[in-house]
């Protein structure tokens, strides 16, 4: 009886492998007709994965080329942060095999969505696995308009227990603001990416070990790439010697880290019912930082941006966090690439001056 059973195992588990090459859906000889559908599907076709943002849909679609499908579940063009889950999303998550999310809290919606999509076979890679996550650096300048709660969170960054209840609020939900426990933004770190694109490739191998070599070689190819951007980012930077910033998203902190880039100040920008009283406040508490370069986001015009601007007479440079783009990816090269140089004219523009 044992041996039986032994056998019937050994065989479920070959006639896959013999059927791997074939592309129709065969129909394979089993103990019951439901778990021979369930091994046809499993198996003979590609492994069904989902990315939640931008940047792990890049880095996953780089490792698995043509041998996955890759889906991404926060389309371009929606804000990351304040995200709820749609019943789209639920069905996706229902129908994949694995998802790949970036963690560090930046996916906090996902846990009643995977709850709701009743997968029981979904694998979850976490991406930033083992990558120690950096506090804030610098402060954070509230507009007067502003509620006192978030100036009382700055030390500590907020535990984000509360994003249910206000993942309504317009200014919230316009400009994300929120400095998390954990800054999720990693990937914007090329050294980071490359420890992220080693998970993803490590957890689609374990999913589908089949398709191994294929993982490994894509991989090997993109962490290359990583690699001579760490380069130039290290090149280029190293000569400018005041690289202080003030940015309006907590996006770069992995970045400067990784630089030596001086980050001074975070400053919010709320789009709303912001008076011209509180736009002089945040301008004169940027003022005393003193810094050579203002970061924006792309897209992002308000008139607390155009006064720091005229009154700090510093140019607003824009730098990208990949939370939006194409669905590419040597986007993310194309993006960073243009990151650099635009740091490389803020500092250069705030040397001669
Ligand atoms: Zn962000």
Sequence with gaps: MVSTLHRLAIALLLLPLFAAGCTSTQQFPSVSDQSASENAASTTEKLDVVATVLPMYLFTKA??????NVEILIKPGTEVHEYQSTPQDVQAIAQADVIVENGLG???FL???IENAQNSNLIIIDASEDINPVGEIGDVVYPAGEDAEH???NAGGETHADSDAHANDDAHAANDTHTHAENPHVWLDPILAIQQVENIRDGLIAVDPSNKTTYEANAAAYIQELQNLDQQFQTTLQSFSDRTFIT???AFPYLAKRYNLDQKAI?????DSLTPGDVQ???EAVKQFNVTALFSEPGVDNKLLSSLSQDLNLQVKTLDS????ALEPQYYFTVMQQNLRTLEEAFKGGSSN
């Design 63 to 68: 490792v698995a080329g043509d041998a996955a």
């Design 106 to 108: 930046l996916e906090e």
């Design 111 to 113: 846990d009643s969505t």
């Design 322 to 325: 990949l939370e939006s783009g």
């Design 248 to 250: 309006f998203h907590d």
């Design 281 to 283: 406040k945040t301008v």
């Design 267 to 271: 400053v919010a920008i709320p789009e």
């Design 151 to 153: 100036a009382e969170d």
